[in-house]
Protein backbone atom coordinates (compact mmCIF):
# COMPACT_ATOMS: atom_id res chain seq x y z
CA UNK A 1 0.00 0.00 0.00
CA UNK A 2 1.63 3.16 -0.79
CA UNK A 3 2.47 5.44 1.59
CA UNK A 4 0.41 8.48 2.94
CA UNK A 5 1.23 12.04 2.92
CA UNK A 6 2.44 13.92 5.81
CA UNK A 7 -0.49 16.06 5.78
CA UNK A 8 -2.90 13.72 4.86
CA UNK A 9 -2.15 12.06 7.69
CA UNK A 10 -2.35 14.75 9.84
CA UNK A 11 -5.28 16.41 8.50
CA UNK A 12 -6.83 12.89 9.97
CA UNK A 13 -6.42 13.34 13.84
CA UNK A 14 -2.93 11.59 14.04
CA UNK A 15 -0.19 12.96 15.93
CA UNK A 16 2.89 12.46 14.81
CA UNK A 17 6.96 12.55 15.97
CA UNK A 18 9.55 13.89 14.48
CA UNK A 19 13.46 13.91 15.06
CA UNK A 20 15.81 15.12 17.19
CA UNK A 21 19.47 17.06 17.05
CA UNK A 22 21.90 16.55 14.52
CA UNK A 23 24.40 18.88 15.14
CA UNK A 24 25.28 18.12 18.28
CA UNK A 25 25.17 14.61 17.46
CA UNK A 26 27.47 14.99 14.82
CA UNK A 27 29.71 16.85 17.33
CA UNK A 28 29.79 13.94 19.19
CA UNK A 29 30.52 11.56 16.58
CA UNK A 30 33.48 13.59 16.30
CA UNK A 31 32.68 16.60 13.62
CA UNK A 32 35.26 19.57 14.27
CA UNK A 33 34.83 22.98 14.49
CA UNK A 34 34.88 24.81 11.22
CA UNK A 35 34.42 21.75 9.52
CA UNK A 36 31.42 21.61 6.99
CA UNK A 37 28.66 19.19 8.22
CA UNK A 38 27.09 18.36 5.30
CA UNK A 39 30.14 17.33 3.87
CA UNK A 40 29.95 14.21 6.00
CA UNK A 41 26.87 12.68 3.81
CA UNK A 42 29.65 12.36 0.92
CA UNK A 43 32.76 11.37 3.02
CA UNK A 44 31.47 9.80 6.12
CA UNK A 45 28.09 8.76 5.35
CA UNK A 46 27.99 5.94 7.97
CA UNK A 47 28.02 8.34 10.78
CA UNK A 48 25.10 10.18 9.35
CA UNK A 49 23.41 6.98 8.69
CA UNK A 50 24.15 6.05 12.62
CA UNK A 51 22.46 9.72 13.70
CA UNK A 52 19.06 9.03 11.24
CA UNK A 53 18.74 5.03 12.30
CA UNK A 54 19.06 6.56 15.35
CA UNK A 55 15.90 8.61 15.47
CA UNK A 56 14.05 6.12 13.74
CA UNK A 57 14.83 3.39 16.05
CA UNK A 58 13.90 5.85 18.98
CA UNK A 59 10.27 5.91 17.21
CA UNK A 60 10.34 9.05 15.47
CA UNK A 61 7.73 8.49 12.39
CA UNK A 62 9.52 10.85 10.14
CA UNK A 63 13.33 12.37 9.78
CA UNK A 64 15.25 14.97 8.63
CA UNK A 65 18.42 15.38 6.42
CA UNK A 66 22.05 16.52 7.31
CA UNK A 67 21.62 19.13 4.19
CA UNK A 68 20.87 22.51 6.85
CA UNK A 69 23.71 24.37 5.35
CA UNK A 70 23.27 22.97 1.68
CA UNK A 71 22.05 26.06 -0.04
CA UNK A 72 24.94 27.13 -2.38
CA UNK A 73 25.55 30.84 -0.40
CA UNK A 74 26.43 28.63 2.55
CA UNK A 75 28.73 25.64 0.94
CA UNK A 76 30.47 28.32 -0.65
CA UNK A 77 31.82 29.21 2.84
CA UNK A 78 33.66 25.58 2.33
CA UNK A 79 34.76 26.24 -1.27
CA UNK A 80 31.87 23.67 -2.22
CA UNK A 81 29.74 26.13 -4.33
CA UNK A 82 29.94 23.60 -7.39
CA UNK A 83 28.58 20.79 -5.12
CA UNK A 84 25.57 21.63 -4.31
CA UNK A 85 23.72 18.77 -5.41
CA UNK A 86 26.09 16.43 -5.18
CA UNK A 87 25.69 17.02 -1.23
CA UNK A 88 21.74 17.22 -1.13
CA UNK A 89 21.10 14.42 -2.91
CA UNK A 90 23.36 12.68 -0.67
CA UNK A 91 22.08 13.72 2.17
CA UNK A 92 18.58 13.01 1.45
CA UNK A 93 19.29 9.49 0.14
CA UNK A 94 21.22 8.71 3.57
CA UNK A 95 17.81 9.47 5.00
CA UNK A 96 15.99 7.57 2.82
CA UNK A 97 17.88 4.33 3.43
CA UNK A 98 17.51 5.14 7.22
CA UNK A 99 13.69 5.81 7.03
CA UNK A 100 12.71 2.78 4.77
CA UNK A 101 9.30 3.11 2.94
CA UNK A 102 6.76 3.28 6.22
CA UNK A 103 8.62 6.26 7.19
CA UNK A 104 8.89 10.29 6.10
CA UNK A 105 11.86 11.61 5.00
CA UNK A 106 11.41 15.78 5.88
CA UNK A 107 14.52 17.15 4.16
CA UNK A 108 16.26 20.24 5.83
CA UNK A 109 16.55 23.32 4.41
CA UNK A 110 17.95 26.27 6.53
CA UNK A 111 18.41 30.29 6.02
CA UNK A 112 21.23 31.09 3.10
CA UNK A 113 22.52 33.60 5.90
CA UNK A 114 21.85 36.97 2.94
CA UNK A 115 19.92 39.73 4.13
CA UNK A 116 17.42 40.93 1.15
CA UNK A 117 16.61 44.62 3.31
CA UNK A 118 20.51 45.12 2.98
CA UNK A 119 20.46 44.39 -0.65
CA UNK A 120 23.74 41.92 -0.32
CA UNK A 121 21.46 39.62 -2.20
CA UNK A 122 18.69 39.29 -4.72
CA UNK A 123 15.16 37.50 -4.39
CA UNK A 124 15.81 35.89 -7.91
CA UNK A 125 19.38 34.77 -6.63
CA UNK A 126 17.76 33.52 -2.83
CA UNK A 127 14.97 31.40 -5.22
CA UNK A 128 17.65 29.98 -7.55
CA UNK A 129 19.66 28.68 -4.36
CA UNK A 130 16.58 27.13 -2.89
CA UNK A 131 15.35 25.73 -6.04
CA UNK A 132 18.71 24.00 -6.59
CA UNK A 133 19.19 22.90 -3.06
CA UNK A 134 15.38 21.59 -3.23
CA UNK A 135 15.69 20.30 -6.61
CA UNK A 136 18.17 17.77 -5.15
CA UNK A 137 16.68 16.62 -1.89
CA UNK A 138 13.72 15.60 -4.12
CA UNK A 139 16.00 13.43 -5.95
CA UNK A 140 17.60 12.06 -3.03
CA UNK A 141 14.52 10.76 -2.23
CA UNK A 142 12.91 13.72 0.20
CA UNK A 143 8.78 13.12 0.85
CA UNK A 144 9.16 16.65 2.26
CA UNK A 145 11.04 19.66 2.74
CA UNK A 146 11.72 21.33 6.07
CA UNK A 147 12.36 24.86 5.56
CA UNK A 148 13.52 25.85 9.03
CA UNK A 149 14.63 28.39 11.60
CA UNK A 150 13.41 30.86 9.47
CA UNK A 151 13.16 34.59 10.54
CA UNK A 152 12.58 36.89 6.94
CA UNK A 153 9.26 36.59 6.01
CA UNK A 154 10.43 37.19 2.42
CA UNK A 155 13.59 34.47 2.47
CA UNK A 156 10.58 31.64 3.70
CA UNK A 157 8.47 32.64 1.24
CA UNK A 158 11.24 32.01 -1.37
CA UNK A 159 11.93 28.71 -0.07
CA UNK A 160 8.64 27.58 -0.36
CA UNK A 161 8.26 29.29 -3.49
CA UNK A 162 10.93 27.49 -4.81
CA UNK A 163 9.78 24.03 -3.16
CA UNK A 164 6.36 23.85 -4.42
CA UNK A 165 7.53 24.64 -7.77
CA UNK A 166 10.41 23.07 -8.53
CA UNK A 167 9.60 19.23 -6.63
CA UNK A 168 6.63 17.32 -5.89
CA UNK A 169 7.35 17.71 -1.94
CA UNK A 170 4.73 18.94 0.59
CA UNK A 171 6.77 21.97 2.16
CA UNK A 172 6.86 22.35 6.02
CA UNK A 173 8.10 26.15 7.42
CA UNK A 174 9.19 26.52 10.62
CA UNK A 175 10.34 30.21 12.26
CA UNK A 176 12.57 30.34 15.26
CA UNK A 177 11.52 33.14 17.83
CA UNK A 178 12.99 35.14 20.86
CA UNK A 179 11.10 36.10 23.97
CA UNK A 180 11.02 39.46 24.97
CA UNK A 181 8.59 42.31 27.24
CA UNK A 182 6.78 42.15 24.44
CA UNK A 183 6.68 39.03 23.70
CA UNK A 184 7.88 36.50 20.88
CA UNK A 185 9.29 37.49 17.90
CA UNK A 186 11.93 36.82 15.41
CA UNK A 187 14.72 38.51 15.07
CA UNK A 188 13.31 40.49 12.15
CA UNK A 189 10.57 41.13 14.28
CA UNK A 190 7.90 38.70 13.19
CA UNK A 191 5.31 37.80 15.70
CA UNK A 192 4.02 33.97 15.56
CA UNK A 193 1.05 35.07 14.47
CA UNK A 194 2.53 37.18 11.34
CA UNK A 195 5.02 34.12 10.87
CA UNK A 196 2.29 31.92 9.96
CA UNK A 197 0.31 33.95 8.26
CA UNK A 198 3.10 34.68 5.98
CA UNK A 199 4.18 30.74 5.67
CA UNK A 200 0.69 29.61 4.78
CA UNK A 201 -0.03 32.67 2.16
CA UNK A 202 3.26 31.37 0.26
CA UNK A 203 1.83 28.06 -0.01
CA UNK A 204 3.17 26.11 3.22
CA UNK A 205 1.45 23.04 3.93
CA UNK A 206 2.71 22.43 7.51
CA UNK A 207 3.89 25.52 9.92
CA UNK A 208 5.55 25.88 13.22
CA UNK A 209 8.65 27.00 15.31
CA UNK A 210 11.85 25.27 15.78
CA UNK A 211 14.57 25.99 17.89
CA UNK A 212 15.26 28.93 20.18
CA UNK A 213 12.67 27.63 23.17
CA UNK A 214 12.21 24.79 25.07
CA UNK A 215 8.24 23.60 25.41
CA UNK A 216 7.04 24.46 27.34
CA UNK A 217 7.89 28.08 25.98
CA UNK A 218 6.39 26.55 22.67
CA UNK A 219 3.27 25.99 24.07
CA UNK A 220 2.11 29.75 23.86
CA UNK A 221 4.12 30.19 20.45
CA UNK A 222 1.79 27.65 18.94
CA UNK A 223 -1.36 29.11 20.07
CA UNK A 224 -0.62 31.89 18.63
CA UNK A 225 0.49 30.31 15.42
CA UNK A 226 -2.73 28.30 15.78
CA UNK A 227 -4.97 31.56 16.49
CA UNK A 228 -3.91 32.82 13.24
CA UNK A 229 -3.96 29.94 10.48
CA UNK A 230 -6.20 27.80 12.15
CA UNK A 231 -6.53 24.94 9.48
CA UNK A 232 -2.61 24.59 9.07
CA UNK A 233 -1.00 21.72 10.77
CA UNK A 234 1.99 23.03 13.34
CA UNK A 235 4.94 20.88 13.81
CA UNK A 236 7.14 21.90 16.87
CA UNK A 237 11.10 21.33 16.77
CA UNK A 238 11.71 22.40 20.69
CA UNK A 239 15.26 22.48 22.45
CA UNK A 240 15.70 20.31 25.61
CA UNK A 241 15.11 23.55 27.33
CA UNK A 242 16.77 26.73 27.22
CA UNK A 243 20.82 26.93 27.42
CA UNK A 244 22.92 26.99 30.04
CA UNK A 245 26.59 28.33 29.78
CA UNK A 246 28.49 25.84 31.49
CA UNK A 247 32.59 26.19 31.09
CA UNK A 248 32.01 28.08 28.18
CA UNK A 249 29.64 25.80 26.41
CA UNK A 250 25.77 26.15 25.82
CA UNK A 251 24.28 23.02 27.88
CA UNK A 252 20.63 21.61 27.98
CA UNK A 253 19.09 21.02 30.89
CA UNK A 254 15.97 19.19 30.32
CA UNK A 255 15.56 15.29 30.41
CA UNK A 256 13.75 13.27 28.09
CA UNK A 257 10.90 13.01 30.85
CA UNK A 258 11.31 16.52 31.64
CA UNK A 259 10.24 17.05 28.11
CA UNK A 260 8.05 14.96 27.49
CA UNK A 261 5.50 16.29 30.25
CA UNK A 262 4.79 18.79 28.10
CA UNK A 263 3.94 16.67 25.06
CA UNK A 264 0.22 16.93 26.34
CA UNK A 265 0.08 20.40 26.85
CA UNK A 266 1.59 21.43 22.96
CA UNK A 267 -0.57 19.22 21.27
CA UNK A 268 -3.46 20.35 23.16
CA UNK A 269 -2.10 23.86 21.85
CA UNK A 270 -2.12 23.08 18.64
CA UNK A 271 0.77 21.11 17.32
CA UNK A 272 0.18 17.81 15.31
CA UNK A 273 3.61 16.65 15.24
CA UNK A 274 5.94 17.00 17.50
CA UNK A 275 10.01 16.82 17.54
CA UNK A 276 13.31 17.99 18.81
CA UNK A 277 15.94 20.44 18.19
CA UNK A 278 19.26 21.60 20.07
CA UNK A 279 19.82 19.25 22.83
CA UNK A 280 17.44 16.35 22.10
CA UNK A 281 18.42 12.83 21.95
CA UNK A 282 17.31 9.34 20.87
CA UNK A 283 16.31 9.29 24.19
CA UNK A 284 14.50 12.57 24.58
CA UNK A 285 12.41 10.96 21.47
CA UNK A 286 11.72 7.79 22.57
CA UNK A 287 10.20 9.60 25.74
CA UNK A 288 7.96 12.01 23.33
CA UNK A 289 7.52 8.69 21.41
CA UNK A 290 5.89 7.58 24.62
CA UNK A 291 3.97 10.66 25.53
CA UNK A 292 2.49 10.71 21.84
CA UNK A 293 1.28 6.98 22.28
CA UNK A 294 -0.04 7.40 25.44
CA UNK A 295 -2.45 10.35 24.44
CA UNK A 296 -4.67 7.61 22.34
Known amino acids: MKKKGILTTVQSGKILVSDGAWGTFLQDLGLKPGECPELWCVERSAQVLEVAGSYIKAGADMIESNSFG ?71 GADAVCIETMSDADEAALAIRAARENTRCEVICTFTFQRSARGYHTMMGLTPGKAAEAAVKAGADIIGPNCGNGMEQMIQIVNEMKAAASTTPILVHANAGLPKRVNGMDVFPESPRQMAARVKDVVEAGASIVGGCCGTTPAHIQAIRQAVDQLG
Do not use: C
Open 70 to 140: GTRFKLEHYGLGQRVSEINEAAARISRQAAGLDKWVIASMGPTGKILVSEEVTEEELYAAFKEQAMALAKG
